[in-house]
């Protein structure tokens, strides 16, 4: 960055797309423009001209106004301070902003994203010593982030060598030295509490290790159905409504991950004025800290301009790489990818680039895939095992999933949660659709279910799966024939099935009981409707009406229980359990009796 | 200030004009363009370089002779002169009044492409408004500062729900400063009249600011039309501290224009023809809506929209829904028995219903007899269905139940009259009474308190 700064000048404005005459300038090399000061990026080269592109309004700039290449790439700073904070596309700190620039985000202003004046208490780690060989990665110590967080300081990943000065324990700001490496060649490099690192390169690590545990959301139908490994990846596609941005709330609020990044990509400003406003208020049901103590949004709202939009999940998955390194399981929550995608066909679009579908370039699926990539659990440089858990909401045009962003991304994730128009209709919430979604990782979750809560889990899943399939199989058949042609034992499967939508399925996220469901209480519902269900068809089979367990003022009941006991109450719920059973075992005896009689 | 006329003019093509050889001219500048009979008409650069200028002109190219086609820059962007002066006036989509009177003197005049909102400037909306229409304040209830689309198609009266919109809207206990913004694109005559008559009858008039383009006027003029209207919003609500309430009709015809603008351009089409950038550019319209931290003014956002075909999944309302906070979505099914409003509850929704309504906004059972009122009526579409199939004789006795609740539904609680006003108590007692056709254990999603208390058969 200390070299020459290049100039040069605009010559052609084409809305964010700026030509720019700016000989040796790079390829991907930060620039500013026009007498405003305008950041954008370089995106191709040709001769001495540079096509640029800009991440604020080119409005009322011109040709012949100045242009200069900063040196480096799109980077972000990686450093204490960034938990808690709200953060722009190129990571412009919003709060900031806000108090600076008034209500409307003014261009031109690039306030730096931490603050350098905030001294933190720097502890050195014990193991180190002056004179110690010492990699990109390692961990020189940490400061205390938030109450929660210890945040780890590393040696920035390019640099290598031996340390020869480590800072005692003390307050620091970020511009104070806190270590000094002498590399290879001699060179000496200061280290800081933070450094940069450029957003379209993934940070290094030793090795890619595979998902072992669930991650868990509080969420029924994802825990118990379609559970995701931490580390893993997961798509949420669905049309307008259908309750994409509730789910990524949801798992942002209850997951029990370290560290959540949520990057708000094209979508409303509102719903980051939701988690701004609650999240402070809610308490992480793990640590019982307020929910922003580990959370870290980034904003590019659909109204921002649209270069930034596509830099803000490299910014987001860039900040969770650091975490990850750090040791710490991180979710990011991206909502919605396909607004990325669309800003991706729009500077192609203005490139002049040949589409291949849907206006959308040939390269559509190599950066979905490699972006995607980025999410993995690993073996950090110096911190053990850390993870990123990537769950990216697609917005299909129409609700169709067989458009081009819903599909690529079909081929590259692991888990997938379908959301359905027809259910969101229904107002049956979350409106995820157990045919159409997925999970490849239900085995490994099997083993930490069985190990944790119950051995019974992985036969309880299936059970309630297969009696859904039937219920769907059952009702076409009322649906050609009527009611009628239903024989009691099928008549209850239908019953059974409409417990588990109402009963487990369905959750309130609104609900102030059923908004979180503990893997425990989670398991005791699915069982305690499973056992009414096997119950009742074994009275069936005695020559009960199905009506008569139909009527039974117990299974109204049954249906709340979700929200009348939350996750502490299991002792509760095992006492509903008996209540209910003993109906059933009533009506049993009572039946017995009969056959006897008449027998 | 450029005072210069350039008569370089190269290439004539759909609304744009490409200038040869005038240097510096900024993007987004405004352009005025005299043609060989003397008109002026008036244009905004959308494309800059030394060698070219490309100037998109609003009322189009046609008619335009490149030899005698003078060109000046004006080195401003498109802007709009404020004062407390627009309130009772009537502009076209440049900012010009259409009303006859003179244009408005201000110093105070506003680029209408304003930079976006800052969302940590935003307040989350609350504020219940109530419209008295009960599928709207019952099921799907408005707040202030949301965006809320009409999802229309031809032949339905979204007009007369707009309107009724306009004249009933609310807030329980308060009677703070309000104002009208209407912005009309593309519409007939006869709808202008209409909205016109509409809010003289209500006395609303004087505190209305209306954009208006018609079906015969310039479709590149629809570009810039929801823009000024916006900005005038704005202003009304952050300068002069007024709740606006702002309805634009047809969303569709501007999305047209664009479409014609960008085939122009030769811009790469997504769907229907449509460019990708629609989605950006339709958020930039909507999300300019909303609540300031600190401001005492507010924005509501009615767009009405036209679904042609009929098709939902159609671009136009398709990205709206993706953008706005819900939407009403009105069935022609409904419109041919006679049941106005028409509004088709299960595709319909509100998304910041959630926190404006309840205990201390409406109603405590309010959240929880929305859930159950659509519930049921889901349950019962089905069983219509299935009663259309094997006949209605062969249902049990409890589908029966909800094939009577989808009527009574349809006929006492979606129905009501253009001139009813209904409050919020009266919506939530009408859907009580329709709730308490079912036995208390058929309702799992109002709890046992509120069964207890509403429901009749307990009562
Ligand atoms: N789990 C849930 N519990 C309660 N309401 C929900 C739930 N999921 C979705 N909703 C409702 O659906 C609406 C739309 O959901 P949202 O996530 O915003 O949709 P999308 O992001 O797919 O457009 C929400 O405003 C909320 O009213
Ligand atoms: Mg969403």
New interface residues.
Partial sequence: MKQAEKKGIIQDINGPIVTIKLPGVQNGEQVRIGSLGLYGEVISLEGEEALAQIYESTEMVRPGEPAEGLGHPLSVELGPGLIGGIFDGVQRPLEEMFLKAGDQIPRGLNPLPLDREKLWRFVPSENLEPNMPIIGGARLGAVQETETIEHRILVPPTIEGELIELAPEGDYNLEETIGQVRDRHGRVHRLKLYHRWPVRKSRPYQSRDNGVEPLITGQRILDTFFPLLKGSKCAVPGPFGAGKTVVQHQVARWANADIVIYVGCGERGNELVDVLDSFPKLKDPYTGRPLMDRTLLIANTSNMPVVAREASIYVGITIAEYYRDQGYDVVMLADSTSRWAEALREVSGRLGQMPVEEGYPAYLASRLAAFYERAGRVETMDCGKGSITLIGAVSPPGGDFSEPVTSHTKEIIQTFWALSKELADARHYPAIDWVDSFSADVGTAAEWWHESIDRGWEKRRAQALGMLARDAELSRIVNLVGPEALSSAQRWVLEGATLIKEGVLQQSALDPVDTFSSPEKQFMLLDLILSVYDEGAALIELGVPVQELAEMPVLARLRRCKELYDSSQTDRLEAFRNEALKDFKDIHSEYAQRGEQTA | MSAKEYRTASAARGGLLTVANV???????RVRIRDHQGNTRNGQV?????EEVLVQVFEGTAELDLESTWVRFLDE?VEIALSPEILGRVFNGLGEPRDFRPPIVSNLRR?I?????????????KEFIQTGISTIDGLNSLVRGQKLPIFSASGLPHNRLAAQIVRQAKLPDDDSRFSVVFAAMGVSYTDARFFQEAFASSGVLGNVVMFVNMADDPPVERLTLPRMALTAAEYLA?DLDRHVLVVMTDMTHYAEALREVATAKG?????KGY???L??DL??I???S?R??D?HGSITLVPVLSMPSDDI???IP??T???T???IVLSRELNNQGIYPPVHI??S?S??M?DGIGKDFTREDH?HVS?QL??LY??ALETR??AS??GAD?L?AR?RRYLEFADAFEQRFVRQREDEDRSIEETLNLAWDLLSAFP??AL??V??TEIAKYHEQSA
């Fill in positions: 240097p510096n001219i900024a993007f987004g500048d959308i494309r800059t370089s030394n962007p680029s492409s304003a930079a976006a909102f800052n969302p940590a400037a935003r307040t989350y909306p952050f811009d790469v089409p997504a769907r460019p990708g950038y989605y950006s958020a930039e909507y999300e300019r909303g300031i931290k401001r999944t159609h671009p398709d990205l829904g993706y953008i906070e819900g939407q299960s595709p929704l998304r910041l959630k959240p859930n659509y519930a889901a349950r269905n299935l199939i094997i062969e049990s589908d208390p254990q799992t999603r709890n046992e």
